[in-house]
C-alpha cells in the first residue's frame, strides 16, 4: 500500500501516454479492456479453417432446430464476434451437407426398390394366366 501511495505522489504521474505502472500491478481499468482485434495483413476469412480450427468429430451429434435457435455469440466491440459466427456457420453448412448427402441416398435406394419390385411383378404376373 506505500508504493502505490508514494507513486501517487510522483509529479511525472500526471503526463499523458505515460504508463507509471509499467512492471507493476496495473490498474483495475486496463486489466478489463479488451485487446484490440488484429489480422494479419493478406490472411481472408474463407482462409481459415472450418469450424475456427476446431476438431469435430464425426460422432458429435447434428444440430437440432432448437440449438440454431438458441445459440448466442460473445460480443466484441462492432457487434458479434465474427469468429464464433463463422464457426458456427461452417457448423450449421456440415450439418445442412450431410442431411442432403443422405436424402439423396436416400431416394436413390427407395427408386431401387420400387424397380426391383416393378420388376418382380411384371416377372410372376406375366407368368400367371387367368
Known sequence: MHILL????????GRS???????LTRPLCHR?????HRRRAGRRWSERPPNG??????????????????????????????????AFLHRVAADLAAARRDLAL???ENQRIK??????RTHFTSDMRW
Do not use: I, N
Not at 501516454?17 to 512492471?23: A, E, F, N, S
Not at 478489463?32 to 484490440?36: D, K, V
Open 6 to 13: 508514494s507513486l501517487l505522489r510522483r509529479p511525472w504521474l
Open 17 to 23: 501516454g505515460h504508463r507509471p505502472w509499467r512492471g
Open 32 to 36: 478489463l479492456e479488451p485487446r484490440p
Open 53 to 86: 480450427g476446431w476438431y469435430r468429430s464425426q460422432a458429435c451429434r447434428p444440430l437440432t432446430a432448437r440449438q440454431v435457435e438458441e445459440r448466442q455469440f460473445g460480443l466484441v466491440k462492432r457487434g458479434l464476434d465474427p469468429v464464433e459466427v463463422h
Open 106 to 108: 436416400t431416394r436413390e
Open 115 to 120: 424397380r426391383a419390385l416393378r420388376s418382380w
